[in-house]
């Protein structure tokens, strides 16, 4: 059986009853993340996620298909959310991908033939004998599972809703390439690319009824979410500049 796991994940392995796991403490960022320039983003987040962070579409496989991003860095293997004491700012909206970690669901491949069903998952390095007990004798959920399996259910859910939604917008060749371009002061220019948005001329040039469809689907809403997310490049942009005055200052 082979399990591919999911993106900043390392080894993750099937979760079973007798499993003991170490759960990362409120908002505390795991070290898998803390370089993660982007991540994935289900579909009831946009409203959230827009008021921090650009939402943009990524391809994996050359544009066959794409996922829905947020991009909390401006450079590879950067995130401006990680405050000193390693968690994720206090004040700004925590994505649901971190916050179920170290739990996944994810599918799995046997004798190289994917299976369709998904399975749930914890990553390896964080089964541990001092860890969480998650079921009792009797093999029931404790409370520490019950919270954390609603959580993981309900994200899959959203998430595969967010994977429609970017097959639509593929179908209806909605989606073009841009670079966004930060000019910090006194740097050079930087410029991120490999990264989609929705084409708002090829939007507005769609037929009533697709837009009737879309609208009433929630895409309609989530696209124009996404769209003026675009905006906070520059406080992203803003939050580099930040950093870098208060890294300055401690290394006096």
């Excluded at 994996?60 to 293997?77: E, F, I, K, R, W």
């Excluded at 399975?119 to 969480?132: L, N, T, Y």
Aim: proline letters at 7%.
């Amino acid at each position: 059986m082979n399990i591919t796991p999911p993106y900043g994940y390392q080894e993750v392995v099937p979760l079973t009853k007798t499993h003991t796991v170490v759960l990362p403490a409120d908002r505390k960022l795991p070290t898998l993340f803390r370089q993660l320039t982007a991540m994935p983003l289900s579909f009831t987040e946009f409203a959230f996620a827009m008021r921090d962070y650009p939402i943009a579409f990524i391809s994996g496989d050359q544009g066959n298909s794409y996922v829905a991003m947020v991009l909390v860095g401006l450079t590879p293997q950067q995130n401006l959310f990680v405050a000193e004491d390693d968690s994720w700012d206090a004040h700004t909206y925590m994505p649901a991908y971190v916050r179920r970690y170290p739990f996944c669901m994810t599918r799995v491949s046997v004798d190289g033939n994917p299976r369709p069903e998904r399975i749930a998952c914890v990553e390896k390095r964080a089964v541990k004998a001092r860890g969480e007990v998650l079921f009792d004798e009797q093999g029931n959920p404790t409370p520490v599972w019950e919270s954390r399996q609603k959580l993981l259910f309900e994200f899959e859910a959203d998430l595969a809703r967010t994977e429609d939604m970017c097959r639509q917008l593929k179908a209806l060749d909605l989606l073009e390439p841009f670079a966004a371009k930060a000019e910090p002061d006194g740097e050079e220019p930087i410029t991120l690319t490999g990264i989609n948005r929705v084409s708002e001329e090829k939007l507005h040039a769609l037929p009533a009824e697709t837009l009737k469809d879309l609208a009433q689907k929630g895409i309609l809403s989530r696209v124009y979410t996404h769209l003026a997310s675009l905006a906070n490049f520059q406080r992203l942009l803003e939050r580099r500049s930040l950093r870098q005055t208060g890294s300055q200052k401690r290394s006096k």
